[in-house]
């Protein structure tokens, strides 16, 4: 349904996207997972006609967004990640206006309009201004805004931003439940259990960079079944230890991140005897030491250097 | 067109909405209006219905008294401030706009009244103080046709009186025939027993039926002209009210705040994304930009209306000669000011700069453009730099049709600059807006 090629889109010399690929099939919930200014809402803007890319292909439905854009505005429905509503009218003036943006009008606009309100959980506040609403409640709006026109594919871009975790699970509701019914959805987030819980595949994407790509499981296996040892050392002998422990036959990878040494390992159980070894013969301490088995995050660590948290939430 | 009109509708319900933008934009202005117009005097307001109309008062040959108690007659009466004229006088004082009309009676009217000729009264009215003139006019005229009726029917009733009335007016006219002293003279005068005794019968018949009165019904002895004195040249200082020229270019001068604010709109929808939104639908891009600018220009053709209706209601506003010249001034305002500001708009690419520059352009252009001072006491450098803001040609006539009461050829210039800026700006805004779009800026 949607084949991203080698996307690449420039803000002045800042390459925002660099060289994304990527495809999503029909029905699929993909989901576009980074922190704040990696490049997912421009890829989004790309891929929703609205901006135009510097290199690479995008092709929605078997249309190129660029030759055709008119076609691909057909299949797909947009929500930004503002809340892309007119505030000083009521739910259902909006509905009815984006409505008839779309050229919708009388009883099948009407019809679609108290659909999507039902949907929205929002029919008895119809008649209320948006400014009168709680975050709640704008993003579920925002959200069934975005299918006024039945699209075939949905760009959803973090549509959980800035709401509480009640408010957050009844939107990720509505999204599960357009993604049984067979809508294409593309879904950003820099909320990992959001993507984890709710998508079919995954890509990480980070610097405008997609890092990894697949379902959870091929995610977790593109590094192998490894644990991550992390350990405080003092920092004249980081390069010491990382030299030898890298000779290690258990040892899959040594690395330095934030004054702790990281190493990676198939066996945890198999290598902390001989890293205790290693400390006692050097007359150091045990300080801190972590074992963690592979997860998402640890991923994301391995791939970004940053934690999701970090710059998100 | 339709989808020109959703999204114009879209703004103008919007604008319904918006209840800080009513008081703004309606309100606001209105009292400001108010308050000038109780300032000026007059209005509903006023303690008497409108305030006295200056009039000047033409009556050649009457005896000084006579001249007294008409003019105390009319000013008790609270609608006329008189004064006296010589006929020439008059005519400049009708022309220079310093009086609404001047009542003329003609130099023999009481040797013409007691002969029983025709008297005719003329009211000379400056024609572009239609509404005080037209006071004056029809008070006269009431006037007159109640002595006319009297007339026809007092013929009626005694068609005996009329043949005696002719017979004896002779002796009559002889008897007042010249001023005061010669009426004095005749009376005392032995040789004239016989005509004093049938002046008198006559003159006792007369008063008898308290006025005078003959001749045919066809041909009415008091007669009424009434004749425009246009005036002498524009420039000649002649001034309208003040109020029929600030009503407007007040009224203009809150348009730019009201249709800035619909443009500065355009910036709001790009920050939150509603812009990006309404580019997601089919068809092209033009017409979000022109539904807006189309909204923006029924916004101000309601506001203006409004204000210059209440003007109308309340401070008897002069509306223009004919019922359309005023609406083309008021749509070609619009449409050039929703241009104006809408490209002002799309040039800026920030809003908070936006709000600072427009509220600049809005003081400045109204101050060159004559929002605060009649465009034709402008000095010349004033009026040259003014030529370059469209409030400028937007006043112009308005003070054109209002203060002047002139119709669509007297304002064929400044409306012809409106239209076309309004056409050069509505395609500008297209073509600007579509670049942004297609530059990708805008989404
Ligand atoms: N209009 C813009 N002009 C310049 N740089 C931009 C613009 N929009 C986004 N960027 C930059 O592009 C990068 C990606 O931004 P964005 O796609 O919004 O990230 P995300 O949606 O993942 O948070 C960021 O570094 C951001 O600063
Ligand atoms: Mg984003």
Redesign the interface.
Known sequence: MIEVTDLVKKYGTHRAVDGVSFTVGRGELFGLLGPNGAGKTTTI?VL?????ADGGQVRIGGHDVASSP?QV??L?G?V???????T??TAR?NLM??G????LGGAALSRRVEELLVMADLADQAKR?VDAYSGGMMRRLNLV?GLIHEPEVLFLDEPTVGIDAQARSRILDLIAQLGRQGLTVIYTTHYLEEAEHLCDRIGVIDRGRLVALGDKESLISQIGDVDLIRLSLPEGERAAFAAECGAWPECAGVGERRGKVEIRTPDGGRLLPRIQDWLRAHDLPLEQLEIERPNLETLYLNLTGRGLRENGS | MTRLW?FAA?DL??MA??RRALVINLALPLLLTSIMGLSFGGGIFGKKGISAIPVALVAGELPDALRDRLLAGLQESGFFAPVWADSAQADALVRSGDVAAAIVLPDDALKGFFQSDSLSVAVWKDPSSEVKAGIVEEIVRRGVLRVQAGEAAYRALWPDDYRISTGDSAAVADLFAGGLDEIWRNLRDPDAVDSRKRATEFLARAMDHQVALSRALSEPQVGLTIADRIPVAAEDGRESSLFDYFLPSFAVFFLMFAVAGGARDLHRER????L???????GSAWPVVVGKWAASVVQGVVMLSVLLLAGALLFRVNLGPDPWTLPVVVVLTCTAASGFFMLLALLVRREKVLDNLSTAVILVSGMLGGNFMPVDNMPEWMAAVGRFFFNYWANLSFARVIGDNGSLTAVGTPLTVLATASAVLLVAIVVLFRLRV???GW?
Not at chain 1, 80 to 86: G, R, V
Request: glycine residues 8%; aromatic residues 6%.
């Open positions: 803007g929703s006609t609205l901006l135009k008119a505005r057909r797909i947009v930004p990640q503002e809340i892309a509503l007119y000083d009218l003036d206006f984006w008839r943006l779309h050229g201004r805004a | 959703v879209r319900r919007r909405n918006d920050t939150r994304r509603t990006q939104r309404q580019l997601l639908g089919p297609r530059r990708g989404a």
